[in-house]
């Protein structure tokens, strides 16, 4: 940094004025008395200020009065010296950053101090010392100026960030952080002579790193973090079970929204007792279907869709004053909740009957089971886990379709591998020719996603083997696999969780016009409140 005009307002409310060349010590700065007037007149002409007070101690003539293209890092906690939107309103050339997840720009000590001592543990440093502190900020920045992965795209809904204004430091979650910054700390650390145990290797170290974090913690924490800016109300259906009371109270505690318990009162509460769960909170409604005013209008409106498909009026007042699935469905359907949850004491299929006799596909869309399956630091979209069995050509055009736009919700820019056993046409066979065509259809359907096929699923996810195939389309390694039928996506999901060491989540439901995620029979409630927070995350989506 040029030697530029810097001005740190401390917590005590004490600001200092200097320059960026004596200011390796604060101490060494002139300290300015801490009334606001004599804090304006040292804003004028400031290159730089570092904010760690009060919320509101800028003023919008503060801002003003700063030179051109001025930092600012409003620092103060839980709100900032002033917000990005109120600089945004006096100018458009300062780059700010706050504390604040929910701004652009965070700084979080999460992004140093963790990835830090991994580093002087892993070399059996004797002490942590200026020059790894430096190495370590200097690796940030190098991140920041590089190209970002999937991973981190994901975190702006699909808007790969540039280094600029908007982007001088990676986001907290971005998974580049774990091999890297202790890297560079452990370099510094060797060079420096405060390692007692010396890593041969760097690269290797690197690769050890990245296998030890767990991408489904980054995944998910993306989308707890924008529910939680725009909480929803999330119907659980079989709201007398202990695992959905539960995963009721922690999408309550978690600020996710409004959770709503399907059951009798009284057997809820009694269940809930014995387990030790408080569904007495705030953000936890009780309905009991039967006793629910909103049962008749449920009922019309089931029997107006039902009625012509053999249904009486007193079927679908039985269905809904008995059946939670459809009480539920009825509920989100006529917008008195924004999704539902469902699934842990009947099979996919049943769930999914039922609640497709009250929700309707979304217009040009079809309903399918997405899978994500997370392994070594890859996320890898697989469809269709849950609702085809034998597709056609249309059916799995269709289902790539929905597939990418599931991929494009989640954050990541879609690379779809149109899967058989064979690749490119060898060997040659009819459900290949099934494939084949599917990638015609997508043709002339002129899709605005990257797609290909056939091909096999090694050639889809290696890049070595890919370059074997210098036509194909794909830019990169596949993101969304697309299977040639139900069972070799089941089969290949499983096997992934049980003997590849991958987490997966799903299949989630995709295509319905109303958010509806149905969990696997006897779920666990932290799974159950994933699906929750996966339904509230595609609302309107």
């Known amino acids: ?5 810097v001005i740190l307002c401390d917590t005590k409310g004490v600001v200092y004025k200097g320059r960026t060349e004596g200011m390796n010590q604060w101490k060494s700065a002139h300290a300015v008395t801490t009334d606001a007037r004599s804090l304006a007149d040292a804003m004028k002409g400031a290159d730089v200020f570092f904010g760690l007070s009060a919320k509101g101690a800028l003023t919008p003539a503060m801002i003003k009065s700063m030179a051109k293209n001025p930092i600012i890092f409003a620092m103060a906690n839980p709100d900032p010296e002033i917000t990005p939107e109120e600089v945004a309103d006096i100018r458009d050339d300062a780059i700010m950053a706050t504390g604040r997840s929910d701004y652009p720009n965070q700084v979080n000590n ?42 981190v795209a994901a975190a702006y809904q699909g808007q790969r960030p540039k280094f600029g204004p908007g982007y001088i430091i990676p986001v907290p979650f971005d998974p580049r952080l774990i ?36 991408p489904i913690a980054s995944t998910l924490q993306r989308i707890y973090d924008r529910v939680r800016r725009q909480p929803k109300r999330v ?35 009694a269940t809930a007792k014995n387990a030790g769960v408080d569904i007495e909170r705030p953000g936890i409604e009780i309905v009991n279907a039967r ?12 029997y107006e869709r039902m009625q012509r498909k053999g249904f009486l009026y007193r079927d679908s007042l039985r269905l809904i004053n008995t059946d939670r699935n459809h009480f539920a469905a ?55 886990t849950a609702v085809h069995d034998m597709p056609t050509a249309e059916q799995l055009a269709d289902i790539a379709e929905e597939a990418a736009g ?30 084949q065509e599917a990638v015609k259809i997508l043709d002339r359907r002129r899709v605005d996603f990257e797609y290909d096929g056939e091909m096999a699923a090694d050639v889809a996810l290696d890049p070595k083997k890919m370059e074997l195939y210098p036509f194909c389309r794909l830019s990169g390694p596949a993101n ?39 969990v696997p029979l006897g779920a666990k409630d932290s799974d159950i409140v994933n699906m929750a927070a996966i339904a509230a995350y595609n609302v309107g989506g």
């Open 291 to 302: 006793l629910s005013k909103r049962s008749g209008a449920y009922a019309d409106f089931l």
């Open 480 to 518: 969304v696999l697309v299977m040639p039928a139900f069972h070799s996506a089941s089969i290949s999901t499983k096997m992934l969780q049980e003997l590849g060491g991958s987490t997966v989540i799903g299949p989630l439901l995709v295509g319905l016009n109303k958010p509806v995620q149905i």
């Open 330 to 384: 009825a509920m989100v359907a006529l917008g008195d909740a924004d999704a539902m949850v469902s699934g842990v004491t009947r099979n996919y299929s049943t769930v999914l009957e039922d609640v497709r006799r009250v929700i309707d596909e979304r217009p040009g869309h079809r309903v399918i089971g997405v899978s994500i399956a997370l392994c070594r630091g890859r996320t890898v979209l697989v469809a269709d």
């Open 406 to 435: 599931m991929a494009r919700r989640m954050g990541y820019e879609p690379r779809v591998a149109m899967l058989a056993y064979s690749t490119f046409g060898h060997p040659p066979g009819e459900r290949s020719e099934r494939v």
């Open 110 to 151: 999460v992004l140093g101090f963790p990835y830090i001592f991994r580093g002087a543990l892993d070399v059996r440093a004797s002490t942590i010392n200026d020059a790894m502190k430096i190495a370590a900020a200097r690796r940030l920045a190098e991140l920041a100026r590089e190209d970002v992965p999937d991973d």
């Open 179 to 214: 091999s890297a910054i202790p890297v560079a700390v452990a370099r510094a650390a060797m060079d420096s002579g405060v390692a007692k145990k010396p890593i041969l290797d760097l690269d290797a170290y690197a690769r050890e790193l990245a296998g030890r974090r767990d």
């Open 1 to 5: 940094m040029p030697n530029e005009n």
């Open 235 to 269: 119907v659980f259906a079989e709201g007398e079970e202990e695992q959905m009371m539960r995963a009721a109270a922690a999408y309550a505690n978690q600020k996710l929204g409004t959770a709503i318990l399907l059951g009798r009162e009284d057997v809820m509460r």
